[in-house]
């Protein structure tokens, strides 16, 4: 009998996304395989975030294909799009929480969305992401305007995991977080995903998170995604991966054989 791969999380594959005359992506191609953590990373102006959105389905790309879990979301109504948006989560640079909400009920809005439950099971669903995330039970009534960085990076995380979707895409994480906090959340998220069996697509520009969590990752360079794992991006002869990756700020890494 002869073994089939499993459907990658998300596959991308001849992506052009260009906006006038100016191209962002020409021939793009990514595959996240199901359970790991995949990173993003590529200089300013390189169309990280437009990757990211054309993968949400927020954008349709000009060319190219891209499937999560085997569909393709180019080729998508509405309506197929939303059943397809129920199978990941996100969270997006600074947080994106609803100012004018509570943690708790800024948690709901997926649920109310995708989800009919009765009022006490919204209220309990929503408080078990709240506590998921590692947030105190106070935090949950909440506005976002009273908490902390690294609270507010949380309840977008346990907004989330409102629907258990199986696929996680982060937007910066642990931006503008101290080290500490940032360290916390790296931590977070290891264990979020050994529990739940997540799987993770990050755009971050953080090493430290890069190297505490990536199994692999995909650099954008030249319009294009060159993808490996840690030690083989490391070795990539590529000028700009050889700055990124071992730069001042990376040698504490490299140097240790990462």
Not at 43 to 62: A, D, E, N, T, Y
Not at 120 to 143: F, I, N, S, T, Y
Request: glycine share 8%; with cysteine; charged share 20%.
């Amino acid at each position: 009998m002869v073994a089939t791969n499993p459907t990658p999380a998300v596959e991308v594959r001849g992506m052009v996304n260009r906006f006038g005359a100016q191209v962002v992506h020409d021939g793009l191609d990514m595959i996240v395989e199901e359970r790991e953590v995949f990173g993003i990373v590529g200089g300013s102006g390189s169309g990280k975030s437009v990757l990211l959105r054309s993968i949400l389905g927020l954008q349709r790309p000009k060319a190219g294909e891209v499937r999560v879990y085997g569909r393709d979301l180019t080729r998508m109504s509405t309506a197929e799009l939303k059943e397809v948006k129920a199978t990941y989560g996100v969270t997006f640079q600074q947080g994106a929480l609803f100012s004018a909400l509570t943690v708790l009920q800024n948690v709901q809005l997926p649920m109310l969305e995708h989800q009919r439950l009765s009022p006490r099971a919204l209220e309990e669903l929503a408080m078990l992401k709240v506590r998921l995330v590692g947030l105190p039970d106070e935090a949950a009534g909440k506005l976002p305007s009273q908490l902390s960085g690294g609270m507010i990076k949380r309840a977008a995380l346990a907004r989330a995991l409102a629907l258990d979707a199986p696929l996680l895409m982060l937007d910066e994480p642990t931006a503008g977080l101290d080290p500490i906090s940032a360290a916390a959340f790296d931590e977070l998220l290891m264990d979020l995903r050994e529990q739940l069996g997540l799987t993770v697509v990050m755009i971050t520009h953080d090493l430290d998170t890069i190297f505490r969590t990536c199994n692999r990752v995909g650099v954008i360079i030249d319009r294009k995604m060159t993808s490996d794992t840690l030690e083989g991006i490391t070795r990539n002869p590529h000028p700009w991966i050889q700055a990124y990756f071992h730069g001042e700020r990376a040698a504490r890494f490299v140097s240790h054989g990462t």
